[in-house]
């Protein structure tokens, strides 16, 4: 589970450690001291099989490299990087003495993530949760009343057009086909190219009949290198190609106003969801719900889902989400008009916007604060990586958005730790020019 521990040379003698070297007084160096790492060595222990194999990257450079990766929305890559040059980055993961080497390659964090799958991430959500508790940022009183909305997480993939996903398709079946050591009679990838070059050429230029022939011609190729796979790997096929397969034959039958359509080939889960907007009429990825509580707007709860479900359908699995994470469970919770008819039977109390008649005084500002997780969903997109997901499959999506939920709660516990500085800032400004005015005054009131 823990990585062996080196012997101290003598060189680290005289060295100076980071806690000396830092100021204290940083927002990450007090959030450091604050979590609890040892809840994540207990909780992710049983992932690890001592005296086996490799051993294990430390614990806590893991999760503190995840925090840090969602809440300053850098990528594997480059937030290795980051950590490379940032001595509170160091500190934060928990090293003594500054670092001139990686810690660790990109590409553990996608096999890390990977280990501890959905269960994992929740831990790590609830342990910023927990820790703005323990410092008395989130009280109780504050998850009494939660806002709750949807939106959509993006997959990371180019817009779907058929005549696209024809020569994505026949790309990869050909591949495939040369790693089985599979002889086709004919690849088409010269007039696969310009076939696709030419339909967006006729597309562009509003030439929708010679478009729409093109794209015919790419449907014609892919569907003659799957008969032609078909009949040759009757018996032996495998795995991997046979997916293959599967996804071109669904490619191939998809009509136009057919439901669960493919708009992927390599992320087939994807879902086309219509939100309304002006500026961008579908989406591709999965939906997604945010609970924050009305006060002070932490994140309490983020799920992703998928098969494009009714808001009002999310509305109980998002509720249970906010009493595991918080231990209390929420008395009200305030939503817009998609979730009318949502049938939630539990002991929370659902509010619908919009709703004129018998309300009072109170209930009409608190509706009116629902509002508030609006901009929220804003800051998760723009500053969080809920924008685009990157992560592979169903699970990749879930991982994504409880890691957006956890990076936007430590960078609401970094601001917490930055207004005192602020404050104290500002005080000793005011002194200052107090002092400069007093100065200023007294000396031309003597002349």
């Known amino acids: 589970m823990h990585a062996k521990k080196r012997e101290q040379s003598q060189e680290e003698l005289f060295k100076s450690r980071l806690d000396q070297m830092l100021d204290p007084r940083h927002p990450l160096f007090r959030l450091a001291n604050a979590i609890d790492w040892e809840y994540f060595k207990k909780e992710f222990g049983r992932y690890y099989t001592e005296n086996k194999g490799r051993p294990g990257k430390p614990?806590?450079?893991l999760v503190g490299l995840h925090y840090l990766k969602n809440a300053y929305d850098e990528s594997d890559e480059s937030c290795v990087e980051r950590f490379l040059e940032n001595p509170y980055w160091q500190y934060f993961c928990g090293f003594e003495y500054f670092q001139h080497e990686f810690p660790l390659e990109p590409t553990t964090l996608v096999k890390w993530r990977q280990r501890i799958g959905e269960e994992g991430m929740e831990q790590l959500f609830y342990q910023t949760l927990a820790t703005a508790q323990k410092l008395g940022l989130l009280r109780t009183s504050h998850l009494n009343k939660v806002n709750i909305d949807t939106t959509v997480q993006e997959k990371a993939i180019a817009f779907p057009t058929d005549a696209r996903l024809y020569y994505k398709m026949r790309v990869k079946l050909v591949k495939a086909a040369a790693e089985q050591g599979i002889e086709l009679r004919q690849s088409y990838r010269r007039l696969?190219?310009?076939?696709l070059v030419m339909q967006g050429r006729y597309a562009h230029a509003k030439q929708m009949k010679r478009a729409r022939k093109e794209t015919k011609k790419l449907k014609n190729y892919l569907g003659r290198i799957t008969r032609e796979l078909r009949r040759k790997t009757d018996t032996t096929l495998s795995p991997a190609l046979d997916?293959?397969?599967?996804?071109?034959?669904?490619?191939?039958k998809q009509q136009r106003k057919d439901k669960n359509k493919l708009y992927s080939c390599h992320a087939p889960e994807v879902e086309c969801i219509a939100k309304g907007k002006a500026h961008k009429r579908y989406e591709f990825g999965c939906k997604v719900s945010v609970a924050s509580t009305s006060r002070?707007?932490?994140?309490?709860?983020?799920?992703?889902?998928?098969g494009n479900p009714y808001d009002g359908h999310t509305l109980t699995g998002v509720l249970s989400q906010v009493k595991r994470m918080t231990g209390s469970a929420a008395k009200e919770a305030y939503c817009d008009r998609g979730y009318r008819g949502h049938g939630h039977d539990g002991e929370t109390v659902v509010h619908i916007?919009?709703?004129?008649?018998?309300?009072?005084?109170?209930?009409?500002k608190?509706?009116?604060?629902?509002?508030?997780?609006?901009?929220?969903i804003g800051h998760l997109k723009s500053d969080g990586r809920l924008d685009r997901n990157y992560l592979k499959g169903e699970i990749g999506d879930k991982i994504n958005a409880l890691l957006c939920g956890s990076g936007?709660?430590?960078?609401?516990?970094?601001a917490a730790f930055l207004r005192p500085l602020s404050f104290r800032r500002k005080l000793t400004?005011?002194?200052?020019?107090?002092?400069?005015?007093?100065?200023?005054?007294?000396?031309y009131s003597s002349q």
């Open 429 to 443: 400004q005011i002194i200052k020019y107090y002092w400069h005015f007093r100065d200023y005054s007294l000396k």
């Open 59 to 61: 614990i806590r450079v």
């Open 192 to 195: 696969g190219k310009k076939a």
């Open 296 to 306: 002070d707007n932490w994140i309490v709860g983020i799920q992703a889902h998928h």
């Open 408 to 414: 936007a709660n430590i960078r609401k516990l970094i």
């Open 243 to 252: 997916e293959l397969l599967c996804l071109s034959e669904r490619l191939l």
């Open 353 to 364: 916007a919009g709703t004129k008649r018998r309300v009072s005084r109170s209930l009409r």
């Open 366 to 376: 608190w509706l009116k604060r629902r509002c508030a997780i609006e901009p929220i």
